[in-house]
Nanobody, 126 residues
Framework: QLQASGGGLVQPGGSLRLSCALS????????IAWFRQVPGKEREFVAS????????YYADFMKGRFTISRDNAKDTVYLQMNSLNPEDTAVYYC?????????????????????WGQGTLVTVSS
């Protein structure tokens, strides 16, 4: 299971850190990804990392603003989001596909993932 948290309302230019708590099968053995979705659009790949956090991957639109990391001792994956803008407003989901590595191009496609958290809403607005 995965449980995402940390969303909320933030002003443009602000920061948030999302957390994804892992349990059961979705433990520290799995690569984890973050996706986001706005109403009427497909889920969009944001970032992913492999089981030990040494390999990280980002969508181009991140432009260095977001950082994905994990603490396997706490069974938690994080998404630090800085310099947020209104276009970042979305529901953010964490997901696992059951593999220890995050493979290209599969990691980009939401249908490849077996396990999903419930999502956490991020709203960027003044």
């Amino acid at each position: 299971q995965l449980q995402a948290s940390g969303g909320g309302l933030v002003q443009p230019g602000g920061s948030l850190r999302l957390s994804c708590a892992l349990s059961g099968r979705t433990s520290s053995n799995y690569a984890i990804a973050w996706f986001r979705q706005v109403p009427g659009k497909e889920r969009e790949f944001v970032a992913s990392l492999n089981w030990n956090g040494r390999m990280t991957y980002y969508a181009d639109f991140m432009k260095g603003r977001f950082t994905i990391s994990r603490d396997n001792a706490k069974d938690t994956v994080y998404l630090q989001m800085n310099s947020l803008n209104p276009e970042d407003t979305a529901v953010y989901y964490c997901a696992a596909d059951g593999y220890s590595e995050s493979y290209y191009p599969d990691r980009l496609f939401s249908y490849k993932y077996k396990y999903w958290g419930q999502g956490t809403l991020v709203t960027v607005s003044s």
